[in-house]
């Protein structure tokens, strides 16, 4: 699902790589935190991933493409396979709720009876059935999050990559959020996330990739947050 070979990424005008040799993999249907502190290269680790960087040296697979493979043209094709989620929800204020949602499939071209016909689906699979009308403002944070999950999951994807999804929640919103991407995760779904919190990786006892100054310094199969922050 991912592998990465000897990657490091070094920013321009940088003299420390942000990513530093790590090598490993992700299979099908595995749920994974990546943890360390600020700056330790999660993100840019992500970004890898979406193709939104390449790396200085060693090669990115995604979803069994080799991303230094692909083709300017192609990665918008390959970013729609994956579904998205980061830290402050990133909905579009204007749409409602169900717009924000069925928008995910417009871009795909899926014909209108079938959006029609799942999008209500996908906000009753997240507990916001009913919700289709509001606005994204009118909607609390958990909630919003909530519709940027199931906006990621709409068109279920393999791979579900969340940049610090529960970073703006409060502890009960975080752990309802963490249950629907255990749910996600429970259909297949291959689940990525950064994190900084502690409760939720002790508690989920998932794999836990740690980086620290741009090293692999730790991959551990159901384990804890481990670091001190
Ligand atoms: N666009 C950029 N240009 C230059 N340096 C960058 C850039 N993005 C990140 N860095 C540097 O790369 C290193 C890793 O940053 P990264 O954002 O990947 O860490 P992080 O673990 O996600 O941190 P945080 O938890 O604070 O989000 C840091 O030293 C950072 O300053």
Redesign the pocket.
Known sequence: MIRFDNVSKT????N?P??DNVSLEIEKGEFVFLV??????????L?LCLREERPSTGAVHVLGKDLGKLSNWKVPHMRRQLGTVFQDFRLLPNKTVGQNVAFALEVIGKPKSAINKVVPEVLDLVGLGGKEERMPGELSGGEQQRVAIARAFVNRPMLLIAD?PTGNLDPQNSVGIMKLLDRINRTGTTVLM?T?DQAIVDQMRKRVIE?DK?LLVRDQARGVYGYQS
């Open positions: 920013y321009p005008k940088q420390r942000a990513l360390g502190s600020s700056g330790s290269g999660k993100s840019t680790f970004r610090e950064a900084h980086l741009g």
